[in-house]
C-alpha cells in the first residue's frame, strides 16, 4: 500500500456507494481518488461530495493508482467489473450481494483466488458489536433452533423488483440474516423452500418466502421474508439453544436465559463504519482497530450459494442439497 495511506475507488454512486464515500473520506488514512458510474452525472455528483474527481471507468481508477475498489453495484452489475480489478492486482470490497447466481460469483470467486488480491464483502452485520456478544453467548452451546426473517417493503430503486436485476428479495435482501445464521449456528446442509404467485406491481420477484433448513449441528431453521408491507417490519435472527434465547437484528440483542431478560441497543451505522475500517486495517497489514469483520469473497459464496439454493428450491418445488 502507498504510504500515503490508503488509495480508493467506488465503482456506483447510488446509496450505498455514498455510504461507503462518506465513511471512507472521513478516514484520516484513506484518499478516495475517483468515482466511476455509467451515469455520468451521478458519478460526479458523488465525486463532489467526497472532494475527488469522477473517472470514465474502471480502467480510469486503475489509472489512477488505486491500491483498493469498492464495488457498489446492483446484482446485475457484479462479474466483469471484479474481474477486471482482480486481475489488475486491485483489492477488492464488494457489496452484497455477489451477483444473480452462483455460477457467476464462482467465476469470481476463482478470479480473485488466482490473483491474490485482499476481499471483504460487505455483510456489516458481523461487525456489529451485538453480533460479537450474542457468539459469546453461543460459544460452547449447540443450537436447537434458528427464525431469520426480513419483513420489508419494496425497495425504492427501480431495478429491484425484477428478478432478472435483482435476482429476488432472497437473494438480494434476505441474504443478510442468512449469512448471520450461517456465523452463528453454522453451515447448511438443505434447504426448501416456496413462495407466493402474487408480485409486487410492477416487478416478477416473489412477494413472500417461506423456507425451511437443516445445519450441520443439527439445528433445524426457518426463513421468511416479504416485500409487500409499507414499512420495514423486522430483519433480523432468533437463535434458541437450551435455556437460552437470542434475538438479534441490526438494531439489538435481546437475550433471555435461566436468569431473566435483558438487552444491548446499537447504532446500525456503527458497524457498516467498522466493516469499512476493518478492510482499510486489513490493507495496511494491521489487526483491526475496532470491532469490524473481514469478510473474504469465498466466505461470502457461502451464503450467496445458500441463498441461491433457497432460490432455486422456490422455482424447482423440491428440496436443495448443499455441497458442505
Request: hydrophobic share 50%.
Amino acid at each position: 500500500m502507498h504510504t500515503t495511506g490508503c488509495r480508493v475507488g467506488i465503482v456506483g454512486a447510488g446509496g450505498v456507494a455514498r455510504r461507503h464515500a462518506a465513511a471512507l473520506a472521513a478516514m484520516p488514512d484513506v484518499a478516495v481518488i475517483g468515482v466511476t458510474d455509467p451515469d455520468a452525472a451521478r458519478a460526479a455528483d458523488l465525486a463532489g461530495t467526497v472532494a475527488t474527481t469522477p473517472a470514465d471507468d474502471v480502467d480510469d481508477l486503475v489509472a489512477r493508482g488505486v491500491d483498493a475498489v469498492w464495488v457498489c453495484v446492483p446484482p446485475f452489475a457484479h462479474g466483469e467489473v471484479e474481474e477486471r480489478l482482480a486481475a489488475a492486482g486491485v483489492a477488492l470490497f464488494v457489496e452484497k450481494p455477489l451477483g444473480l447466481d452462483v455460477a457467476m460469483a464462482q467465476r469470481v470467486g476463482a478470479a480473485v483466488a488466482a490473483s491474490g488480491v485482499p476481499t471483504s464483502v460487505g455483510h456489516h452485520w458481523r461487525s456489529s458489536t451485538v453480533v460479537a456478544r450474542a457468539r459469546e453467548l453461543l460459544a460452547g452451546r449447540t443450537v436447537r433452533l434458528v427464525g431469520a426473517t426480513w419483513l420489508d417493503k419494496v425497495p425504492p430503486v427501480p431495478w429491484w423488483a425484477q428478478r432478472g436485476s435483482s435476482g429476488g428479495q432472497v437473494v438480494e435482501q434476505a441474504v443478510h440474516v442468512l449469512d448471520l445464521a450461517r456465523l452463528l449456528a453454522g453451515e447448511v446442509t438443505a434447504v426448501h423452500a416456496v413462495a407466493d404467485a402474487a408480485p409486487p406491481a410492477g416487478g416478477d420477484v416473489d412477494s413472500a418466502t417461506a423456507g425451511t433448513l437443516r445445519f450441520t449441528g443439527g439445528a433445524v431453521g426457518t426463513l421468511a421474508a416479504t416485500c409487500r408491507l409499507g414499512w420495514k417490519h423486522r430483519a433480523g435472527v432468533e437463535v434458541y439453544a437450551d435455556d437460552l434465547a437470542l434475538g438479534v437484528t441490526e438494531e439489538q440483542l435481546t437475550v433471555r436465559d435461566g436468569d431473566g431478560s435483558w438487552s444491548v441497543e446499537v447504532d446500525p451505522a456503527d458497524a457498516r463504519t467498522a466493516a469499512d475500517r476493518a478492510f482499510v486495517d486489513h490493507l495496511a497489514g494491521r489487526a483491526p482497530s475496532g470491532p469490524g469483520a473481514v469478510v473474504g469473497y469465498d466466505e461470502a459464496l457461502r451464503t450467496h450459494r445458500l441463498a441461491c439454493a433457497l432460490a432455486d428450491s422456490v422455482a424447482s418445488g423440491a428440496p436443495v442439497v448443499l455441497d458442505a
